[in-house]
């Protein structure tokens, strides 16, 4: 069964400096999608950025971009220039490309952006 | 505009009670789903339904149950059973589509508290 580990329960940046939040999953498929959700304090969940495993070039959206590692089965989400607004929690999340439409969530980083 | 309506937003439920919590969709989408979130947990999926009429158990399925009798609804009864069911509840749903990099859409969750 695939699982996903975020291993960093809380992260703190200074406003314009910038943070890398870790995502590492388990998997033995070779197809698949992965994605990055933030839930502010509203606990809404927006999504952030995904990416698709068979696309080398890493995605961008912006002030947020991922570090894709599909060997080493990492997938690090990177914030620049961290604007308060920025503040919430961050999930990763996996999902198989074909079959079934399960989505896995890891457990969360909680990122404090300090003024 | 489209979207996922859950309601009620706070609900309180008294011991030996059912409740039900409500999702709503306009979105068109196939697949649904219900994830409890409890702090430090981040999100476990309860039940899950691609089809009306068909739907799956989740990783904590005891103590729930749903329906889906169209494509538009899927409400999450939390029975007597279930002893611990304080939480936050958030429905998605998603297409469902062969090599489809679509995200989930989320609800804004139903807060569940016991009286």
């Known amino acids: ?115 | 505009d489209g979207g996922i309506t859950q309601s009620p937003k706070y609900l309180f439920r008294k011991e030996g009670q059912n409740v039900t919590l409500s999702c709503e969709q306009n979105l068109n989408h196939d697949a649904m789903y219900w994830y409890r979130q409890d702090p430090g947990q981040g999100l476990r999926l309860i039940y899950y339904s691609q089809i009306v009429n068909d739907f799956q158990k989740g990783d904590i399925a005891e103590g729930y149950s749903v329906s889906r009798e169209k494509k538009e609804s899927f409400p999450l009864t939390v029975t007597s059973a279930q002893k611990n069911p304080t939480a936050f509840y958030l429905c998605a749903s998603s297409i469902m589509a062969y090599n489809s990099n679509q995200p989930q859409h989320f609800g804004d969750g139903t807060r569940l508290s016991i009286l």
């Not at chain 1, 620049?80 to 074909?98: K, T, V």
């Open chain 1, 1 to 115: 069964a695939q699982t996903v580990t975020q291993s960093q329960p809380e992260m703190s940046v200074q406003e314009a400096e910038t943070v890398t939040l870790s995502c590492t999953y388990d998997t033995s498929e070779s197809d698949y999608y992965l994605f990055w959700y933030k839930q502010p304090p509203s606990r809404q969940m927006i999504l952030v950025i995904r990416q698709e495993a068979y696309k080398q070039q890493n995605a961008t959206e912006n002030r947020f971009s991922v570090n894709f590692q599909k060997a080493a089965k990492s997938f690090s989400l990177k914030i620049s220039d961290s604007q308060l607004g920025d503040a919430a929690m961050y999930f990763c999340a996996y999902r198989s490309a074909p079959g079934t439409y399960k989505y896995i969530f890891g457990t969360g980083t909680r990122l404090k952006v300090l003024a």
